[in-house]
């Protein structure tokens, strides 16, 4: 049986048969061991035919297409012209090889041409790959080199391409941020309590919201300095008299040592830097909430947006996170709890970072696990609607969490929630609700459009009737051409 091979290469596509293949019984060694020998290699191949690409373009679209498994129009022609004709319902003398099975099977399905990919068929394509230079005797030095180099940066941007509004990326450096930034602004806040501490100690046991002692420490400097001006703006800042009042006694009667103004002037600094890094922080949450909003819209709206944050870091990408069930979703978070339960025969975690959802928390004791394995179903379904719907609408996951409050009434009270068929069917209907709402709020325009139109038509129309008018009236008369004052003097030359 003859062997053909289909070679693509960056400048084209080359067919190439292999006729000593039946001689050496088809050895795998034997064919290895001619490869690196041109001339012994010339000898087994030939080259049959080669289409060149037309642009650098159609390159990166066939590219594409046989990295895909499929089959271009102009890859078919270019084998139907060159190989021999298949007939129907007899056996074929010949087969094509190729380097990928999915193309293969495709071209089979369309062309009827029996392909085969096996240890053979690569190794016939690796001396073809080294030796084409001299294969193909019409390409110059360094042309091949130039159009691989040129394609592989085409393809290798192509696939990089991303919808800008969707980067999942943006997502987990966001909450890698947040996480970082809530250790530092909680260690520096640590930090700025025990220096200024040393001055006035009290105000620790007054005030413990750490932003808001910043903010003190910030603006009232020197406690021996606290007037009646300082005092007004501190409730501004505090929103609270009493407390205002209890740091004003407590300013009187501390019993902390005064300090220099260098040292105020650095403790200032630093509580300035906290209030900046606090300010940034929401900021970036903001920030956050925005681009999950973009990206996992249902996700965001059933377990919230710093929850499906880490789920989406977690995973990887959104992409990742689709593709993983619920049983692994589950227990995201916790994979050392598992090992370390699998390797002493213990108890597999119920739960990882679905715990810090409120819905976990809500739950009874004994129905944690239940629930958890139930939320993550219903994240696996809306990561998955996030990441292969196209439309951008929480719908879904609007409706997947009114499902998940509705269960855990049923482990509460026993009130049987709703199907899932309902609950989807509800969320459709509501996506088409909205869709056809938009369309409506577009309509008015195109409508006032159209009438206008008409207005414009009629008013063109009666000016042709006024234009028409009988002379009688002496102030319009219609105009005649010379075809119907011809047509006028005939009819009165019959007449007479």
């Avoid at 394509?125 to 110059?140: E, Y």
């Avoid at 679905?354 to 939320?375: C, D, E, P, T, V």
């Avoid at 207005?455 to 028409?468: F, N």
Wanted: glycine residues 6%; aromatic residues 8%; hydrophobic residues 40%.
């Amino acid at each position: 049986m003859a062997l053909y091979v289909l070679f693509e290469a960056a400048s084209g596509y080359a067919l190439l048969s292999a006729k000593g293949i039946d001689e050496i019984g088809q050895n795998t060694e034997a064919v290895r061991g001619s490869v690196n020998d041109y001339n012994r290699f010339v000898k087994v191949v030939h080259l049959v035919a080669f289409s060149p690409f037309e642009s650098a373009v159609d390159a990166l679209k066939q590219c594409n297409a046989v990295s895909e498994g499929h089959m271009t129009e102009e890859l078919r022609s270019f084998l139907e012209l060159n190989l021999p004709k298949v007939k129907e319902l007899k056996k074929s003398k010949f087969s094509l090889g190729v380097a990928e099975p999915k193309l293969g099977s495709h071209i089979f399905e369309v062309t009827k041409i029996p392909c085969q990919c096996n240890e053979l068929v690569h190794e016939i394509l690796r001396g073809v790959r080294l030796h084409f230079h001299q294969i193909l005797k019409s390409l110059k030095p360094g042309d091949l080199e130039k159009a691989q180099l040129g394609l592989g940066h085409s393809y290798s941007r192509a696939k990089v391409k991303f919808n800008v509004n969707r980067v999942d990326n943006m997502v987990i450096q966001a909450i890698f941020l947040l996480d970082s930034f809530d250790k530092d602004i909680n260690l520096f806040s640590m930090r700025l309590r025990e220096w200024y501490s040393w001055h006035f100690p009290e105000l620790v046991k007054i005030v413990n919201d750490n932003y808001l002692y910043a903010k003190i420490v910030n603006y009232v400097e020197d406690k021996s300095k606290l007037s009646e001006d300082i005092i007004s703006g501190l409730v501004d800042i505090v929103g609270d008299e009493e407390k205002v009042q209890q740091i004003k006694e407590a300013a009187n009667s501390s019993m902390g040592p005064a300090l220099s103004p260098v040292d105020l002037i650095n403790i200032k600094r630093f509580a300035q830097k906290v209030i900046d890094l606090a300010h940034y922080r929401r900021k970036l949450y903001d920030y956050l909430v925005s681009k999950m909003n973009d990206i996992a819209p249902n996700l965001a709206a059933l377990i919230g947006d710093m929850v499906g944050a880490r789920l989406i870091s977690h995973a990887g990408s959104l992409t990742n996170l689709a593709k993983c069930p619920s049983s692994t979703l589950q227990i995201l978070g916790a994979e050392k709890a598992l090992f370390r339960a699998l390797s002493t025969r213990g108890n597999t975690p119920k739960y990882g970072l679905i715990f810090h959802s409120s819905f976990i928390g809500r739950a009874s004791a004994r129905n944690k696990g239940r629930m958890a394995r139930y939320l993550s179903n219903k994240c696996s379904i809306a990561s998955r609607i996030d990441c292969f719907m196209e439309s951008n609408s929480n719908a879904f996951g609007e409706k997947l969490r009114e499902q998940v409050e509705e269960r855990l009434e049923f482990y509460d009270k026993g009130v049987a929630p709703r199907k899932n068929i309902d609950v989807m069917l509800s969320a459709l209907k509501t996506i088409e609700a909205k869709e056809s709402s938009d369309a409506a709020e577009k309509e008015p325009a195109t409508t006032t459009t159209t009438s206008e139109k008409k207005k414009k038509e009629k008013r063109k129309s009666e000016d042709v009737v006024a234009d028409g008018e009988d002379d009688a009236s002496g102030k319009k008369k219609k105009k005649t051409t010379k075809k119907e004052k011809h047509g006028i003097e005939n009819v009165n030359g019959v007449e007479k």
